[in-house]
């Protein structure tokens, strides 16, 4: 039996890079994982990855920027399995360029998929989690996914770092409230390093974060970027999810409101 048998996970942003690997992993301690994302194929490839190792998962495409479709899914979750035990808030982009070059679209896209969502989700979850299980027993995990960017400034990264910080306070707010309740609900932030995922090819090159990295290099190159972690590498995918796991799972019981850093050391110095 793995430490998740029998819980219900739901995961956003699941069709690529670290919410993937967090739903493979929960998959892999026995938790039924609703994997869902912006991205239809890479949600479905994810749940066939689940399928291939023997686990259960089912996709719902998703932009998690919409509150109509969070109230849809999580009522489609509790129709299908009656239960919710654990939400990542996970999906995500990063908008990079001096906050002078910053348009006002961009910032409010850069809030809306990485705090906005956040509160919607936790928003609609927290009454599913709410609901009793056949035990008569009420709780869960949430996870948001912020960053070593939601601890400490980046030049070129204003809008991200600002969208992190948020997020790793919101945690805490929730995590006051959910305590005060007695709903047996935890919330706690996760905060990467340089991790290798497709997220570095899809930010803005040019301006302040370039200058600020590699001046010489003409691409953000996170093997690069990651080389300056004390250790000298940058993080997989499954050095979060496996955080991810310890945070869903009954292990981390007494945890909540904290910042799990998974950096390399990276905010260490
Ligand atoms: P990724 O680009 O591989 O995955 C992000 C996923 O989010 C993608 O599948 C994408 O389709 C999805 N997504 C984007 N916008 C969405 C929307 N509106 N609705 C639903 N899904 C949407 O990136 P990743 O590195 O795996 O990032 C996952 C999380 O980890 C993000 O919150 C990111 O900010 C955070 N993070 C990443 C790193 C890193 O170095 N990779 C470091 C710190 C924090």
């Not at 982009?93 to 850069?110: C, E, K, P, R, Y």
Request: aromatic residues 4%.
């Amino acid at each position: 039996m793995g430490a998740l048998t029998g819980r219900v996970a739901f995961v956003t942003g699941a069709g690529s890079g670290i919410g993937r690997a967090s739903a493979i992993a929960l998959a892999a301690e026995g938790a039924i994982v609703f994997v869902t994302d912006i991205d239809a194929p890479g949600g479905r490839e994810t749940v066939a990855m689940i399928e291939k190792a023997g686990g259960q998962a089912t996709f719902r495409g998703q932009d998690v920027t919409e509150e109509a479709r969070w109230a849809e899914l999580v009522q489609r979750v509790m129709d299908l399995y009656g239960r919710l035990d654990v939400l990542v808030n996970n999906a995500g982009i990063g908008t990079s360029g001096a906050i002078t070059d910053v348009t006002l679209d961009q910032w409010n896209h850069q809030m809306a998929v990485n705090v906005t969502s956040c509160f919607l989700g936790i928003k609609h979850a927290l009454p599913a989690m709410r609901t009793p299980r056949p035990d008569g027993r009420i709780g869960g995990s949430i996870i948001n996914i912020s960053s070593v960017a939601g601890l400490g400034g980046s030049a070129g990264m204003a809008a991200y770092c600002a969208s992190k910080g948020a997020v790793r306070l919101m945690t805490k707010a929730v995590a006051m409230e959910c305590a005060a309740a007695r709903d047996g609900i935890r919330c706690n932030s996760v905060h990467p390093g340089i991790i290798d995922t497709p997220i570095w090819q899809k930010l803005d090159t040019s301006g302040a974060l370039q200058a600020a990295v590699d001046p010489g290099a003409n691409a953000l190159d996170v093997k690069l970027i990651g080389a300056g972690a004390p250790v000298g590498h940058p993080g997989q995918p499954e050095d979060i999810a496996a955080g991810v796991v310890f945070l869903a799972s009954d292990a981390s019981r007494y945890m909540t409101g904290a910042e799990l850093v998974i950096d390399g050391g990276w905010t260490a110095h």
